[in-house]
């Protein structure tokens, strides 16, 4: 329990972080803001530094949170939504429906998540929209794998044939009965699919394929990368915020594991 | 009546169900015949079958071979919206009343589901619906917003009664309704259930292995072995003078007091 409070603690003022980042760091962090190469603490206008081009460090961070958030949020959001639904009408219906859709399942199991997003973004463009339907393309199939898994087991159950008996809809049944009860443990990856979100978001970044009119951490460890000698801090302070988001959301996830096991 | 009080109202022709390749499980050649107001027991060791049946009478399943025949209709291949129109003549109580409710239902939600499916009646009446039927089963409006977890072993099972005869059913399927429950509540519920049918003339199956709580409520009894039906007649007279060796095992598990 008390790694899900310092994990919640963390996420919170990341969280925080994104929402007030226009009062935090005024202005564009895209924006030349003063001298180039500062080091951190070195000027007080700039606490973080600044990077090649004099842009400041400590912006950039605080709107790269948003970014960071957004996707990994909504694609962990996505992946998990399609992720359950596909495993629910899998294992509830079984049959032929169950072996197409595990077999589609399997298909984008075997590619890298990755280089699915890679493949999508390169044929989409960068964008928030886009950058979130390519991250969850490659991530919803663990959510559906879990998720037949525990519907095959909970449709066996007295409950699910009282709602047979009486006379409860397919759709309804597999949806308002069994669905709800079969969430617990896909819930609980939840945290790993926003913090792998969150990587392949940065990866993509790092890439140049992110939003270029966007900060993101990804794009700021790239752009640090061309003068790592000279300058490390422009890629350890992202890398740094990286290490905490991805951090946090693992301790709610342990956190959250725990609390369902003790379910009945 | 739809078809006269003489014809049954619930009929197996012949049914067999069979499991995987190995021919003693599951059923064979299954005869039996219920009629309105009747309440006819299935005894039988673990095993035996007796669940399977249950399953096979409230379509759960389907059958392999014969036909289940309700309110003279054949219900055997029925699918779709013709059984969910059947669905409110014959429900079921379960064995173990904590499995069969949704955990993360309460006893609001239980027992609004079945007007709500089956349109019985608007919204608004719900509340007075809901109110008469806990009364009738001896639980009270305050029991309304508790979820299955939150309730005993004997009100629960009142509750599962209540969701059965809310679609006011013509036979209830019983499947050994108090062998998960303490003895002390047994009787109550028991004599609830008696009360029931006295008022509405509801049909019983009632599967028990405990022919002491058998021989207190079913006119007509079948003891069941190995997926046949291995004696039937009267309850008394079976009991009284037991000829299949299944009935006997049966009558020798019942526990004596000895003094």
Redesign the interface.
Known sequence: MSSFRIGAALLLLLVLMALFAPVIAPGDPLAISGQAMLRPFESEAHLLGTDRLGRDVFAGLVHGTRTTLLVAFFSAAAALIIGSIVGTISGFLGGVTDIVLMRITEAFQTVPGFLLALATISVTGPSVPTLVLAISLGNWTQAARVTRAEVLSLRERDFVAAARTLGMRPFEIAFREILPNAFGPTASLAAISVATAILIEAALSFLGFGDPNRVTWGSMIAEGRTVLRAAPYLSIVPGIALVVTVLSVHLIGRGLSRTERLQP | MMDGSSSPLMELRNVAKRFGDHSHDGLKNINISLMHGETLAIAGSSGSGKTTLA?LV?R?TRPDEGSIHLLGQDITHMGGGA???M??R???V???PL??????ANVKRILE??LR??GFASKSEYGDILAQTLERVGLGTQYLQRLP?ELSGGQRQRVAIA?AIL?KPQLIVLDEPVSALDVSVRAQILNLLLDLQAETRVSYLFISHDLAVVRAFANRMIVMEEGRIAEEGYTEEVLANPQANATQVLIDAVPRLVI
């Open positions: 399953r409230m759960l059984l969910r129109r669905r409110p014959f429900q079921m379960f064995q173990d499995a069969a409710f949704n955990p993360r589901d079945p499916i089956h977890l969701r679609t």
